[in-house]
Structures are given as structure tokens and as C-alpha cells.
């Protein structure tokens, strides 16, 4: 049972309609400040421009890395050539060569003749003369093989690593250069937010009043369509009891077709308001929302006095091209910083296998070492000169652009505020109108009645009575648009 109503409730909401949302202006802005896409991508933007400046903090740091390696190789480095490879192979024979064993024997027959020796202690001696020989020649040999393997690199595998720190301590003036840059493009990234959000907050004002204006003007011609309508009904009748006549009953009925028509238009362009205000609030453009302001009868204008000189101070475009300016004379500074000597310390750990720190030893060994390294430019061809020269002018331009700027916003405070001026005029000019148009409808109608006036002159009262009403709503709609753009002008929320 419990399940049963569960699904019934569910099938409830589906079916009927869900209850409008009901929003403020500042309730508006709040959404479109937590949802806004362009907002998210900027705040992101900061993000990317934080994590840059911490990354060039680690410049004055020392850096430390780490790098290894292997090689296989197909042959090995060789210190001897051929020929003293054979030598050293042969080293006993060719030594052994040298000896004359001949006279040896010679003097053992001597000896043999003078009767000093025996043949058979001579010929012992030989032998043991001859022995000596070759055990000379093997000894020299493998003494040569010896020399010949000490020699050998056995270079066919590799292994090398190394750790090498380095710390910079005179680069210029680059470093520092580099990261007031940092600085600056973080800077740029909150004051962008700052640009992004007003930009936001005007596109939220002007979409919501919009939305407002529509639907007093949807008001405006439901209430002018039953004018009319009210209207055909009666020169109808009064065709009916003659005394009008059919052409005054399709004067009539154009104006109805007008009427429905213009309410077409307006409930359309209402619907469409009210998408691009949900857009622009995140939601989405398919929710049924309803604005504080619109359900009244009468638009609340609040007309302000602004100190336009808040627009130097204020606004971010200057903010920005302020920051491009100092952007623009440390890139100078990093330019300068190529003509000038760069110094640093390092120091680390190489280690290989095999080493030759104790001849070719098939085994790791290491050594330690530390050195300073200064890098002094001479002549470059004026390259850095040149680069330093366009850094400059690039300077001077965006102070150029900076004060243009600050003159186009100057001209465009002012315009915003003869354009505010202007609308409160209208909207004096428009409520006097519409006392004059309903008292002009109120006479049309009663002369009607009376038959003293036909209805093309009630028609013509009703359209002034429309004209009036929609230029009060214009009017009205004008100052609240003008107290928006005001507020961007000059940098405000």
C-alpha cells in the first residue's frame, strides 16, 4: 500500500504543473554569479595564473635532477691497435728470440775439449739451457696477454647517473623580472573576474527588465484587445439596429486583428525573454519562472545621482590596461637582462659502470664535484639592443591605449548620463500623456455612447491611450536600463 501512494504522489507530480519560481532582481544576480559559464572559465583563468606565479617563485630556488642511462653497444673502445695486440701476445717469444743459445753450446764443447765437463754433463746443461729458453718465451707470452686483457675497456655496456643541482644567483635580473610578471598576470586574473562579473550583472539587469517590459506591454494588450473587442461588439449592435453602417464594422474588426496579433507578438517575445534569463541564471531555459517586478502594476523607478569620477578608479578595463603597462616594462627588463652576466653554482654526484677511476673496473664508482658558471654575452650583433628597443616602444603604446581608454570612458560616463537624464524627461512627458490619453478614451467613450462621436474617433483615442501606456512602460524600462549601464559605467554593481 505504502508503494502504491509513493507511485501515486510521482505520477501527480508529473502530471501537473509545477509551481512558478518566483525571482527578484538580486536574486537573479546571485544565481547568475553562482552559474555563469564565462565566470567559471575566468575563475579558472586565476587559477591557471596562481599556479604560474608560484611556479616562477621556484626559480630563486636551487633545482635539483636526476638523470640515468644505459647503452649497449655492438663493439667495445679499443686503446691498442692490431699490431700492438700481436706484439703483446708474442712478448716471451720474441724476448726468447733474442738470446744466442748458440754460444751456450759452443761453450759446453769448449769445456767438454779441455776435459772440464763430461758429454753427458754437457749435453745436460744444453738441455737445461734450452729449457730456460722457452720457459722465458711462455713467462714473456703470458705477460703480454696480461698487459694486452689490462688494456681492454669492455665499453659494450653502459650504465651512467648522475645528480646534478644547480641554484642561479645572478641571472640579470630576468628572475626577478619574470616573476613580478606573475604578479601582474595575477592581478589581470582577479581584476578579469571583476570584468567578467559586471559584465554579467549588466546582461542580468537588462534581460530581467526585458522580461518586465514584456509583460506590462503583454498586460497593456490584453487590456487594449478587450478595448477593441469591447468595441466590435458594440458598433455590431448598432449595425444590427442601423445606425452604423458595415464599414465601420471592419474598421473595427481590423483593429481586433491588430490587437490579437500584437499580443502574438508580445507573448512570444515574453517566452523568449524569459529562456535568456534563465540562461543567463543557469537554469534551464524550459523552467517556469516569475519576476518580482512584473506582477506589479507600475514599474518602481529609482532615480540616483552617480560621481562619475569613480569611473578612473573604478573600472577594470583601465585596471587591466594599467597592468598591461607594467607588464610591458618588466618584459623590457627581461630583455635588458640577455646584455648582462648570468652566474650560477652547481654541484652534484656522476657515477658509471664500468669507471676509470681506478683503470676500467667492471663495477659502479663516483665522484663528487661543485663549480661555478658565469655566462658573459660580448656580441650579439645588437640582438638584445634590438629586442630592448621594441620592448620599450611596445610600452609606450599601451600607455597610448591606457589613456585613449580612459578618454573613451570619460565620453562614455557622460553619454550614459545625458541618456539617464533623457529617460526621466521621457518618463515626466509620458505620465503626463497618459492622464491627457485616458481623460481623451474616457470623452471618445462616453461621446460614443451618446452618439455624437463614430468609432473611427474611439478608435483613434484607444490607439493614443495604447501609444501613451507603452511609452510610460518604454519610459520606465529606459531609466532602469539607464541606471544599469550607469553603474557599469563607472565601474559599480
Not at 718465451?137 to 651512467?160: C, M, Q, W, Y
Not at 534569463?277 to 537554469?283: A, D, E, F, P, R
Not at 607594467?326 to 652547481?346: C, D, F, G, N, Y
Not at 557622460?414 to 529617460?423: G, I
Amino acid at each position: 500500500m505504502k508503494n502504491f501512494l509513493v507511485l501515486c504522489a510521482s505520477a501527480l507530480c508529473l502530471v501537473l504543473p509545477l509551481e512558478a519560481q518566483t525571482l527578484s532582481l538580486d536574486s537573479c544576480r546571485a544565481m547568475a554569479m553562482r552559474n555563469n559559464k564565462q565566470l567559471g572559465i575566468a575563475r579558472a583563468k586565476q587559477q591557471v595564473a596562481m599556479n604560474v606565479r608560484k611556479s616562477a617563485r621556484t626559480k630563486y630556488l636551487p633545482h635539483i635532477d636526476l638523470a640515468g642511462g644505459w647503452m649497449l653497444s655492438s663493439r667495445e673502445v679499443s686503446l691498442l691497435n692490431n699490431d700492438q695486440k700481436n706484439i703483446l701476445s708474442n712478448l716471451g717469444t720474441t724476448a726468447a728470440g733474442s738470446i744466442d743459445v748458440s754460444g751456450v753450446s759452443d761453450l759446453l764443447t769448449s769445456m767438454v775439449m779441455k776435459g772440464l765437463l763430461s758429454p753427458q754433463e754437457a749435453q745436460k746443461y744444453g738441455q737445461m739451457a734450452q729449457g730456460a729458453t722457452q720457459q722465458l718465451a711462455n713467462f714473456g707470452n703470458s705477460l703480454g696477454e696480461n698487459i694486452k686483457d689490462a688494456f681492454r675497456t669492455d665499453t659494450r655496456s653502459i650504465i651512467v647517473g648522475s645528480v646534478v643541482v644547480n641554484q642561479p644567483v645572478f641571472m640579470g635580473g630576468a628572475i626577478t623580472a619574470a616573476n613580478r610578471m606573475a604578479d601582474i598576470n595575477e592581478q589581470m586574473a582577479a581584476i578579469q573576474i571583476d570584468a567578467s562579473e559586471q559584465n554579467v550583472l549588466y546582461d542580468i539587469d537588462k534581460a530581467y527588465w526585458l522580461v518586465v517590459s514584456l509583460r506590462q506591454k503583454q498586460r497593456l494588450a490584453e487590456s487594449y484587445l478587450k478595448l477593441v473587442t469591447k468595441l466590435d461588439e458594440d458598433v455590431n449592435k448598432m449595425i444590427k439596429e442601423g445606425v452604423a453602417t458595415r464599414a465601420d464594422g471592419l474598421k473595427v474588426d481590423v483593429k481586433v486583428n491588430e490587437a490579437e496579433m500584437t499580443k502574438t507578438q508580445v507573448d512570444n517575445g515574453l517566452s523568449l525573454a524569459r529562456m535568456l534569463l534563465c540562461q543567463l541564471c543557469g537554469m534551464p531555459v524550459s523552467n517556469n519562472i516569475t519576476l518580482v517586478d512584473e506582477s506589479r502594476d507600475d514599474v518602481t523607478v529609482v532615480s540616483n545621482r552617480y560621481n562619475k569620477s569613480l569611473a578612473m578608479e573604478n573600472r577594470p578595463e583601465l585596471k587591466l590596461l594599467d597592468n598591461a603597462v607594467a607588464l610591458s616594462e618588466q618584459s623590457t627588463k627581461i630583455a635588458r637582462a640577455t646584455m648582462l652576466p648570468q652566474v650560477a653554482v652547481t654541484g652534484g654526484y656522476m657515477i658509471s659502470n664500468p669507471n676509470l677511476f681506478n683503470g676500467y673496473e667492471k663495477k659502479f664508482g663516483g665522484m663528487w664535484n661543485v663549480g661555478i658558471m658565469v655566462r658573459v654575452p660580448v656580441f650579439d650583433w645588437g640582438d638584445a639592443t634590438y629586442k630592448v628597443r621594441a620592448s620599450k616602444i611596445a610600452t609606450t603604446m599601451a600607455r597610448m591605449t591606457l589613456d585613449e581608454a580612459r578618454e573613451m570612458i570619460d565620453l562614455q560616463v557622460n553619454q550614459c548620463d545625458y541618456q539617464l537624464k533623457e529617460a526621466n524627461k521621457k518618463l515626466v512627458t509620458a505620465e503626463k500623456n497618459i492622464k491627457r490619453a485616458e481623460e481623451n478614451l474616457r470623452c471618445a467613450n462616453l461621446g460614443f455612447s451618446e452618439g455624437v462621436m463614430d468609432a473611427t474617433e474611439v478608435m483613434a483615442a484607444q490607439t493614443a491611450w495604447l501609444q501613451a501606456k507603452t511609452q510610460k512602460i518604454d519610459a520606465q524600462i529606459d531609466v532602469c536600463l539607464g541606471e544599469a549601464a550607469m553603474k557599469k559605467a563607472i565601474g559599480m554593481r
